[in-house]
C-alpha cells in the first residue's frame, strides 16, 4: 500500500505541472498531447478486443485518435468548415471498413470494425474538445484566464472524485452498481456532487471571475452539476468494459494508477459536457452584449 501511494505520489509531481504546461502552451502541442492519449487509450480498448479473440484494424484506429485533435484544432483556428470534418471522418471510418472487407468474412470484420471506430472515438475524440474550450472567447481574455478556464472542469472532476471517495468511505451504504463498480456507493455518489457544486460555485467566483469572466452563479453551479453527475457515469462507463473481460486496470502504463482509460475515464464525458455549456454561456454573453 505504502509503495503504491508513493508511485501515486511521484506520478502526481511529475503530471500535473506537465498537464498545466501543455495547457498553458495549447494550439499544436496540446492536440499532439491529446493525440497520443487517444493513441495509447485506444490501443487499451483493443487489447480488450484482443482479450476476446477479436483484432482490431490498429493502424487505421490509432491514425484516427492521432487526427481527431489535430482536425478540431484546424476547425477552432477557423480554416476550415466543420463539412471537412466530418467529410474526413466519413472517410476515414469507410477506410477502416474496406480495410475488413481485404481480411474476409472469416474474421469477423462486424466487430473488427465496431471496435477499431469504437476504441479511436472514445479515447479521443473526447478529449479534443479542451482546444475549443481553451479558446474560447480567445482575445476577449488573458492567456490566464484562458488558461484557468480550461483547467475548471478538470479541477472540479479531482474534487468529485476526492469528494466521492471520502463520503463513500465514511457513510458506506447501498451501492450504486454493485455489478460494475463494486467500491461505489450512492453516499459517495451523492458526495462527490455536492463537493462538485460547491467547488464549481466557490471557484468561479472566486477565480473565473475575478479574472475577467462573467459566469451568474446559477451558470457556475449548473456546471458543478453537469461534473458532479458525468464524472461518475463516466468512471462506472469505463468499469463496464473491464468488467466484460475481467481485469482491473485498463493496462499497467503508469505506475500505481492503471492505464489511460483508468486515469482519463471521467474526464471522456466531462470535458465534451463542460465545453458545450461553457461555450454555451460565454456566446450568450457575447450576443448580449
Not at 478486443?49 to 478540431?72: D, K, N, T
Not at 473526447?126 to 490566464?144: D, K
Request: aromatic content about 12%; glycine content about 12%.
Amino acid at each position: 500500500m505504502a509503495g503504491n501511494l508513493t508511485k501515486r505520489i511521484a506520478f502526481a509531481v511529475v503530471a500535473i505541472p506537465a498537464t498545466v504546461g501543455v495547457l498553458w502552451l495549447g494550439g499544436w502541442w496540446l492536440a499532439g498531447a491529446i493525440g497520443v492519449l487517444g493513441i495509447l487509450g485506444a490501443r487499451e480498448v483493443y487489447d480488450f478486443a484482443r482479450r476476446q479473440a477479436i483484432e482490431p484494424i490498429s493502424w487505421l484506429g490509432y491514425l484516427g485518435a492521432a487526427a481527431f485533435p489535430v482536425l478540431m484544432g484546424v476547425l477552432v483556428s477557423e480554416l476550415w468548415h466543420w463539412f471537412y470534418f466530418v467529410f474526413l471522418l466519413t472517410l476515414w471510418f469507410l477506410g477502416i471498413l474496406v480495410a475488413a472487407m481485404a481480411r474476409g468474412p472469416t474474421r469477423r470484420p462486424l466487430t473488427a470494425v465496431a471496435i477499431t471506430t469504437f476504441g479511436a472515438l472514445y479515447a479521443s475524440l473526447p478529449l479534443s474538445f479542451l482546444l475549443p474550450l481553451r479558446y474560447v472567447g480567445a482575445g476577449s481574455w488573458s492567456p490566464v484566464a484562458g488558461l484557468t478556464l480550461v483547467l475548471f472542469p478538470l479541477v472540479l472532476t479531482w474534487i468529485c472524485d476526492t469528494f466521492a471517495y471520502m463520503a463513500g468511505s465514511q457513510f458506506g451504504g447501498p451501492k450504486m452498481a454493485p455489478v460494475l463498480s463494486p467500491n461505489k456507493t450512492w453516499s459517495g455518489a451523492v458526495g462527490g456532487a455536492v463537493g462538485a457544486i460547491a467547488a464549481a460555485g466557490l471557484l468561479g467566483e472566486l477565480v473565473l471571475n475575478r479574472l475577467g469572466w462573467t459566469f451568474s452563479l446559477p451558470q457556475l453551479l449548473s456546471v458543478g452539476v453537469a461534473v458532479g453527475i458525468v464524472a461518475q457515469v463516466g468512471d462506472v462507463a469505463e468499469s463496464l468494459l473491464k468488467r466484460e473481460i475481467g481485469v482491473k486496470d485498463s493496462s499497467s502504463l503508469i505506475p500505481g494508477h492503471g492505464g489511460v482509460l483508468d486515469r482519463l475515464d471521467s474526464l471522456y464525458f466531462v470535458i465534451p459536457v463542460c465545453a458545450g455549456l461553457l461555450g454555451f454561456y460565454v456566446s450568450s454573453y457575447y450576443l448580449s452584449r
